[in-house]
C-alpha cells in the first residue's frame, strides 16, 4: 500500500519497471552512492576484496 498522495500502485511500479529496464534505477543508485561516499570522505570508486580461506 502506498502513502495517499502517491499516484495508484499500477502507475508508480509502471514507472519503476520501465526505469528499470532502461537503466536508469541503476544510475540514480550510482550516483546516490558516489555523492555519498564523497561527502564521507571515502574514494568515489569503491573497491572490494574479499579472501576466502579454506
Avoid at 26 to 48: A, C, I, N, Y
Wanted: hydrophobic share 35%; net charge neutral; proline share 6%.
Amino acid at each position: 500500500m502506498l502513502p495517499h498522495d502517491l499516484p495508484p500502485y499500477t502507475t508508480v511500479y509502471g514507472y519503476f519497471q520501465k526505469w528499470q529496464r532502461q537503466g536508469i534505477w541503476q544510475q540514480m543508485h550510482d550516483q546516490v552512492r558516489q555523492q555519498l561516499r564523497t561527502e564521507l570522505g571515502k574514494d568515489e570508486h569503491f573497491t572490494v576484496a574479499i579472501s576466502l580461506t579454506a
